[in-house]
């Protein structure tokens, strides 16, 4: 029997977990709080660690996995920002990932925040429960003809073009490791990255956060958007530089923004903090504009990819203990 320690674990994360029986060789300690430097020795008499994106598995938390004895960490997540792969390494712990639970889950939502943000259906829906049924100030424009650049053609990009081309939106993509054979055969066009930001009037992320491309979009590349374009954020809240998207918003240089995860969502998304007052002033200001759609780290949540999550990371923790490799792909 092995035991594997899982933190920051909501509700369905417990439900999904426990689906797999003890008889089936995996013995689950689910905690509510998160893996940090400070919380790490919880892990003793655990030969694997299960994380979530706000996890903080850094030097200090390592080296406390290390010494308890930890083998694995298994990431529930395809992210691998809040990992010191390095510093894991050097310790001789091992990393996995579920590096594709849900990309259609994670696209269908970009496209359900865009639909909503543009077509401002989540004022509407506000409005008509006030009995307000006046659709002054909800005009939105059509996605057909307008151009919607793609940036990061990974697994997740390619059901997100793939629906766009199907609303007849011309798809610009950019991505330093481009795939064109998908590109021609789904109507999609490489670009430049500043070409894909001139030119597109929605322009949706979907590259991994790394310390190259922290802050991708920052005053200077939002100034080169669009006057008015729309901003998607489904990957990872420091690709966008906050002050600069508020600076944006302020101006009219967006027309308006979308996002699923937050530069400093750590510690406030994934929690219930309606009775409390909200302490970070960058997210109130940003949840002031009308033209602002945020949703906590959403856009993973279907229950094919709470399965998959299970499946692989159940199997990983199983074979740390069989001495076997791990599932394809999943190692970092
Ligand atoms: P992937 O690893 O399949 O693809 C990422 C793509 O980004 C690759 O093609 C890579 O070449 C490209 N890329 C790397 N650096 C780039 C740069 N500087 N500019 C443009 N492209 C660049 O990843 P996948 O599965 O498509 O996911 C993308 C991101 O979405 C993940 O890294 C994760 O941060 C985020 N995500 C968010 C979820 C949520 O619930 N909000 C759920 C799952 C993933």
Redesign the pocket.
């Given at each position: 029997m092995i035991e594997a320690a899982v933190y920051d674990t909501k509700p369905y994360d417990r439900e999904y977990f426990s689906r797999t029986s003890v008889s089936d060789g995996v013995r689950w300690r689910f905690h509510d709080f998160r893996l940090t430097a400070e919380t790490a020795a919880t892990s003793k008499g655990a030969a694997a660690v299960c994380v979530f994106?706000n996890d903080a598995v850094d030097q200090a938390c390592l080296e406390v996995l290390a010494k308890v004895g930890v083998k694995l960490i298994a990431l529930r997540?395809?992210?691998y920002?809040n990992v010191d792969l390095a510093a894991a390494k050097d310790l001789g712990i091992a990393v996995t990932r579920v590096?594709?639970?849900?990309?259609n889950?994670?696209a269908e939502?970009a496209v359900g925040l865009l639909l909503t943000l543009n077509r401002k259906i989540h004022r509407a829906y506000n409005r008509v429960r006030e009995h307000n049924f006046s659709l002054t100030g909800l005009v939105g424009f059509n996605l057909a003809g307008k151009t919607v650049g793609i940036?990061?053609?990974?697994?997740?990009?390619?059901t997100a073009a793939q629906i766009l081309r199907g609303f007849d939106a011309r798809v610009l993509a950019?991505?330093?490791?481009p795939?064109p054979d998908w590109a021609a055969q789904h109507g999609v066009t490489y670009t430049g990255?500043n070409v894909l930001l001139g030119e597109s009037d929605v322009v949706s992320?979907?590259?991994?956060?790394?310390p190259?491309?922290v802050h991708?979009l920052n005053g200077e590349s939002i100034g080169r958007m669009k006057q008015g374009a729309l901003l998607i954020n489904?990957?990872?809240g420091k690709l966008v530089e906050t002050t600069a998207l508020i600076e944006a918003l302020k101006s009219g240089q967006l027309g308006g923004v979308a996002l699923?995860?937050y530069e400093e969502e750590e510690g406030i998304f994934f929690e219930d903090r309606s009775g409390q007052v909200l302490l970070d002033d960058e997210l109130s200001r940003l949840l002031t504009f009308p033209n602002v759609l945020i949703t906590a780290?959403?856009?993973?949540?279907t229950q094919e990819?709470l399965l998959e999550i299970t499946r692989v990371t159940f199997e990983n923790v199983l074979r740390l203990e069989t001495g076997g490799t791990f599932l394809a792909a999943t190692r970092l």
């Open positions: 994106v997540c395809a992210g920002n590096p594709a639970y849900s990309p889950g994670v939502y940036i990061g053609t990974g697994k997740i990009r390619k950019y991505d330093p490791f795939t990255f992320l979907h590259l991994p956060l790394a190259e491309t991708l489904t990957s990872r699923d995860v780290h959403q856009a993973f949540l990819a």
